[in-house]
C-alpha cells in the first residue's frame, strides 16, 4: 500500500505567517490523485484541494496544493485564526486508499 | 448543502458486531457520480479507509477487512450501513461516513463531504 508521510507532524507558527506542509508518497501518486483536508476536533474533515493542486468549491485562494509524483505540498498564505487544525493528505490513486497521519498546526 | 450524519452503537462487546447507520440529507444518494464510503480513525492513529457502496449496492472494500465486512444502502431511506463482525479492541475507533465523487474510468476519487464522525469502543 501507498505510505504517505507528512510533515512536519507538528508546526506552531501565528496568524499572518505562511504555512507549509509536506506529504511524501511512497510510490509515485499516478494521475496526481491527492487531496487535502483539514480536521477540526468534533467536526466533519473538510476537503481543501482534490487533484494536487484544485481548490474545492468554496476554499479561501489562501489554501494551494502543488506537486507530483511522490512530493506533495499544501502551502497557507496568510494565516487566519480558524485555519489553526490537523490537515490530513490523502492518495486515491492506488487501492487501498490511504491517509498521512497528519500534521497539526498550532498557534504560536 | 450535502450533509452525512453517522448513528449507532457507542459501545460493542468483543465478538460481535459493530453496525453503524449513515444518513444522507440534502441530496440524493441514488445518484451514480459518488460512491458511499466507510472510513475510520483508532485513538491516537492515523485514518483508515474501510470500504464503499455504490447506489446499486455494488461494493468494495479494504481487503483485509472484507472477510468480516459488509456495507449496504437502503436508498429508500437515503442511507447507508456498515456491519463488521467479530470485533475487537482494534476495531475502537471514530467511524466516518463520506461521499467521494465517482471518476470518468468509474474509479474512487477524493472525498467530498464527511460526517462529523461516532466513536464506537469496543470492550465488554
Redesign the interface.
Known sequence: EVVLTQSPGTLSLSPGERATLSCRASQSVSRTYLAWYQHKLGQAPRLLIHGASSRATGIPDRFSGSGSGTDFTLTISRLEPEDFAVYYCQQYATSPYTFGLGTKLEIK | QVQ?QESGPGLVKPSETLSLTCTVSGGTILSGDYYWSWIRQPPG?????IGYVYYTGNT?Y???LKSRLTISITTSKNQFSLKLSSVTAADTAVY?C?R?LMGGYG???????????TLVTVSS
Open positions: 452525512l492513529k492515523g485514518l483508515e479507509w468494495y479494504k481487503s483485509s466516518f463520506a467521494a474509479e474512487m476519487e477524493h472525498f467530498q463531504h464527511w460526517g462529523q464522525g
